[in-house]
């Protein structure tokens, strides 16, 4: 099983990218986030053209994810359970492919909004390890993948790309993210390559990709019969090369 996660930024600006992008890959499942559209705006026809059903929670021009599948799903949760908000942007799906329960994330950036955009953030990482503590109670085998917007040690960011004060480094963001593994949670990139320079994502400014100016901030967590089934974690770099690509580059995994 293949499985990949995607903050495409935009998908009508990248759409075409997606579909020759999944023509190539054929994952599974994709899970893409920052989609920056409303659910009818999603061009849902084009990648049921090519085999893939979409399941969307979409808002007018911010955040939005949606999960595509070549085999029919079954969707849980259209936000995260726990978060204060009743109706909280649009950052979280969740869906079952038989046995299997995948979360696709699009967590806050905690940079914008003062204190209470950091703490956004906080609280989205709370509920996120308290739905994922009750997953593992409950004995589920889940994913929980996308754009976690935390560097979770230094060797997951280049040397100056970001100032210590900044939310994805943060100490908090960092305990937050260690909080998951410590449940048992696998880092299925770090599981595979634990020394390895990878990065997933590189801003359009003052030439970052040019300097690999990266940071690693899309991440795959495993609950632990998951992770046995653990083959392989890439990251798709090339693609951040193309033509007017996202800042970020789909992570993808294969399970047996």
Known sequence: MKIATWNVNSIRQRQNLVLD?????EPDLLLLQEIKCEAHQFPTEAFEA???TTHV??????????TLSRTPVEVLARKLPGLSEEEPPARFIEIRNGSLT?????????????????ARKM???DALARHAEAMLAEGTDFILAGDY?????DKDLATGALPPTDALV???????????????LTDAV????????IYTFWDYQAGAFRRDMGLRIDHMLLSPRIAERLLTAEVDRDERGMEQPSDHVPVVITLS
């Not at 992008?21 to 890959?25: D, E, F, H, I, M």
């Not at 007018?60 to 994810?65: A, F, L, P, Q």
């Not at 917007?149 to 040690?153: A, D, F, I, L």
């Not at 770090?190 to 320079?197: G, I, M, N, S, V």
Request: aromatic share 14%.
């Open 21 to 25: 992008w999944l023509k190539r890959n």
């Open 50 to 52: 090519i085999g893939y």
């Open 57 to 66: 929670v979409g808002q007018k021009s911010y955040n939005g994810v949606a």
């Open 102 to 118: 995948v979360g696709n994330l699009y967590l806050p950036n905690g940079n914008s909004g003062g204190p209470a955009g950091f």
């Open 123 to 125: 609280e989205f990482f």
């Open 149 to 153: 917007n935390v560097c979770p040690t």
């Open 170 to 184: 943060h100490p908090e963001s960092r305990a937050a993210f260690r909080r998951l593994l410590w449940l048992g």
């Open 190 to 197: 770090r599981a595979l390559h634990p020394q390895e320079t």
